[in-house]
C-alpha cells in the first residue's frame, strides 16, 4: 500500500519569500512522485514530476523538487514566491505496475501569499 | 484546445435521485478516471478506464457506476444520491495507465446532495 502525508494544511508566506510545502510518502516500491496544483475553481495541473534519474526536479513556475530515499521525502520549493503561486498544492505517488496509474493523494496544502 | 471536459460544472440534488456525470477528453488519451475531493482528504479514486472496454474500481467505489462510452468519453453514475457524496467530482485523462503518465483533469463538477 502506498501513502502521501502532506505536513500542514495551509501555509502563508511573504511575497518574495520562500517557498517550501512538504511530503512525505510511504510506498513498498520505488515509487513515482508528482507535485499537482490547483487554482480556485479549476482542476489539478501537474507541477513536477519523478519516475528516475536525477533526484532533483524542476517544474513548472519555478517549482522543483528533491527526491530524498532515505527520508522519503519529496519537499516542493520556490524561492521566491509571487502572488499568483497562491493556489493549492497535491504530492501524489504512484508505485507499483500493479497499482498502475492509480495515484495517491495527500491532503493538500493551501499556500497564501502576502503582499 | 479543450483537454478533458466535464459536465454540469454545478449540480444540486436531492436525497435518492440519480444523475450523470459527463466527461470527455480530446487528446486520444488511453486511460480515463473519476475521483472525488473532499476537504483535507485530497483526491480519492473511484473508478478508472485503463483502455477503452475496461472498468476497475478505485478507493471508494461504493454509491457509483461508471461506464466507457468510447475512447473519448467515460461517464459517472450515481444511482440513488446520498448526502455523503457532496463533493467535487474531477475527471482526469492519461496517455496510458503506466505509472509514471501524467494526468490531465478537467475543472471538475460541484455536487450538493440535500
Known amino acids: 500500500a502506498q501513502s502521501v502525508t502532506q505536513l500542514g494544511s495551509h501555509v502563508s508566506v511573504s511575497e518574495g519569500a520562500l517557498v517550501l510545502l512538504r511530503c512525505n510518502y510511504s510506498?513498498?516500491?520505488?515509487?513515482?512522485l508528482f507535485w499537482y496544483v490547483q487554482y480556485p475553481n479549476q482542476g489539478l495541473q501537474l507541477l513536477l514530476k519523478y519516475t528516475t534519474g536525477a533526484t532533483l526536479v524542476k517544474g513548472i513556475n519555478g517549482f522543483e523538487a528533491e527526491f530524498k530515499k532515505s527520508e522519503t521525502s519529496f519537499h516542493l520549493t520556490k524561492p521566491s514566491a509571487h502572488m499568483s503561486d497562491a493556489a493549492e498544492y497535491f504530492c501524489?505517488?504512484?508505485?507499483?505496475?500493479?497499482?498502475?496509474?492509480?495515484?495517491?493523494f495527500g491532503g493538500g496544502t493551501r499556500v497564501l501569499v502576502k503582499p | 484546445n479543450a483537454g478533458v471536459t466535464q459536465t454540469p460544472k454545478f449540480q444540486v440534488l436531492k436525497t435518492g435521485q440519480s444523475m450523470t456525470l459527463q466527461c470527455a477528453q480530446d487528446?486520444?488519451?488511453?486511460?480515463m478516471y473519476w475521483y472525488r475531493q473532499d476537504p483535507g482528504m485530497g483526491l480519492r479514486l473511484i473508478y478508472y478506464?485503463?483502455?477503452?472496454?475496461?472498468?476497475d474500481k478505485g478507493e471508494v467505489p461504493n454509491g457509483y457506476n461508471v461506464s466507457r462510452l468510447n475512447k473519448r468519453e467515460f461517464s459517472l453514475r450515481l444511482e440513488s444520491a446520498a448526502p455523503s457524496q457532496t463533493s467535487v467530482y474531477f475527471c482526469?485523462?492519461?496517455?496510458?495507465?503506466?505509472?509514471?503518465?501524467?494526468?490531465?483533469f478537467g475543472n471538475g463538477t460541484r455536487l450538493t446532495v440535500t
Open positions: 510506498s513498498s516500491v520505488p515509487p513515482y
Open positions: 482526469a485523462s492519461s496517455e496510458t495507465d503506466r505509472e509514471n503518465s501524467p494526468l490531465h
Open positions: 487528446m486520444n488519451h488511453n486511460s
Open positions: 501524489a505517488v504512484s508505485g507499483s505496475k500493479a497499482a498502475g496509474n492509480k495515484l495517491t
Open positions: 478506464s485503463a483502455s477503452e472496454g475496461t472498468t
